[in-house]
């Protein structure tokens, strides 16, 4: 890891407001961890599944970043988000997980995204807009997640009737597990072993696929018998092991932080209430911090009343009240001496304390992705890292990288 003053910075664009509160992505971490997944894999190709807005992180600067550093293919849900990487000039190939529409088909064709195919009539639409480029697709087996994909049984027919679409090219076959992250029990064993036997069967008659895939994070971390030639990580390379219940096997490092700063502090007298529905009555004088995040930024409402924590001088202080959408109330009365300006850490490292999204997480009632992917647009997303990498991945010049190194909330007003 580069020293911290041989770090920089890079902000999106779009979002940057200024904005005390934002995301700080750091990208020495995400090429950490996609180094670090690599290296359990003996001759699989590595996907970084980047839907979801790179779960919260920047779909374009971690593709980037994710590509330079062993990923080879990328994984989305939508068209758009496939769009998207294109438009950035990210042309590796990009596995589009969801369904589409007629006009998401001629989105796929014209980008050369590739589709996960389920059905005849998905084959004719694709069909429709090619380009004099083969159309590259995969076929998603449910081997017993019963979401998306066709039953082993309607592979076959399938396979056979997109035949007749001379413009499409097979490429993977592919299923998904359903409890990977729990490690005692056999139902991966059984989806994978039912997998096997219907690529063998569609081998056998005659459909030949170049890629076949089946592991996300926690099978890639624990279960090399899933490796195949392809595995599709998601929140590993974030960080983040998928689940409590699996010992890490591979070193990973937490890339997102989410900080914010006080706004305004001030001491109110037992009896008072704070916020909308008076929800938190104080039952003490106390002392009560101001941080401009809310559920407008992607904070879950049910940090709130006393559940969510945040960092503040290095101590946990309670979410009292509830969460708004662009403010939370936070009690400081145990913590001396806080002041306007002061740094606020929702997600990531304060002095020695740290707080990681799956512990916000188990505050608000939910699991360490559904946080991230929650952080919404208006939250400034903030690139760190070694400067050739932020400038690789972001596209900004390290003399246009700038950020706000004074507090934006001036420190004079002491309340204690
Ligand atoms: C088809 C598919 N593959 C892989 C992944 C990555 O999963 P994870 O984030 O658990 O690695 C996902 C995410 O939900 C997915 O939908």
């Not at 593709?63 to 990923?71: E, I, Q, V, Y």
């Amino acid at each position: 890891m580069p020293a911290p003053t041989d770090r920089v910075t890079a902000l999106n664009s779009e979002s940057w407001t200024g904005r005390v509160t934002r995301a700080e992505i750091d990208l020495d971490a995400i090429a950490f961890n996609v180094r670090s997944l690599c290296s359990l894999l003996s001759g699989a190709e590595l996907m970084a599944v980047v839907k979801g807005n790179a779960y919260g992180h920047g779909a374009v600067a971690v593709a980037r970043t994710a590509l330079d550093h062993g990923a080879t293919r990328l994984g989305v849900y939508t068209m758009g988000e496939g769009v998207e990487l294109r438009q950035a000039g990210i042309h590796c190939p990009v596995l589009v997980f969801g369904p589409f529409q007629r006009d998401e088909a001629r989105d796929a064709c014209l980008y050369d995204l590739t589709p996960t195919i389920s059905s005849i009539a998905a084959g004719e639409m694709l069909q429709q807009h090619e380009i004099n480029r083969p159309i590259r697709f995969h076929v998603k087996i449910d081997t017993g997640l019963h979401r998306s994909g066709i039953p082993p049984t309607e592979a076959a027919d399938l396979l056979r009737g997109l035949q007749q679409f001379p413009a499409l090219q097979r490429e993977g076959l592919y299923t998904h597990f359903a409890c990977a992250d729990e490690p005692e029990r056999d139902c991966t064993s059984a989806q994978l072993a039912l997998f096997l036997r219907t690529a063998r069967e569609l081998e056998a008659a005659g459909f030949s696929f170049p890629l076949k895939h089946a592991a996300n994070s926690a099978s890639t971390l624990s279960r090399p018998d899933t490796h195949l030639n392809l595995v599709r990580t998601g929140i590993s390379l974030y960080g983040y092991n998928p689940s409590s219940a699996m010992p890490p096997t591979a070193p990973l490092q937490p890339a997102l932080s989410l900080r914010s700063q006080v706004a305004r502090v001030h001491a109110i007298p037992a009896g008072a209430g704070v916020g909308y529905g008076y929800a938190f009555i104080a039952e003490r004088p106390t002392c009560i911090a101001l941080a401009p995040a809310g559920y407008g930024d992607g904070l879950p409402r049910t940090l709130g009343n006393g559940h969510g924590r945040v960092l503040v001088h290095g101590m946990q202080a309670p979410i009292v009240g509830r969460v708004s959408m662009d403010q939370i109330t936070v009690d400081v009365t145990d913590i001396e001496n806080v002041v306007e300006g002061d740094d606020v850490v929702l997600i990531g490292a304060q002095g020695e304390t740290f707080q990681d999204a799956t512990r916000l997480a188990a505050q608000a009632g939910t699991i360490n992705y559904d946080i991230l992917t929650g952080l919404l647009p208006r939250l400034p997303r903030r690139y760190v890292g070694d400067p050739r990498l932020v400038k690789r991945a972001t596209g900004v010049a390290q003399s246009d990288q700038a950020f706000p190194s004074a507090p934006a909330f001036h420190r004079e007003t002491r309340t204690k």
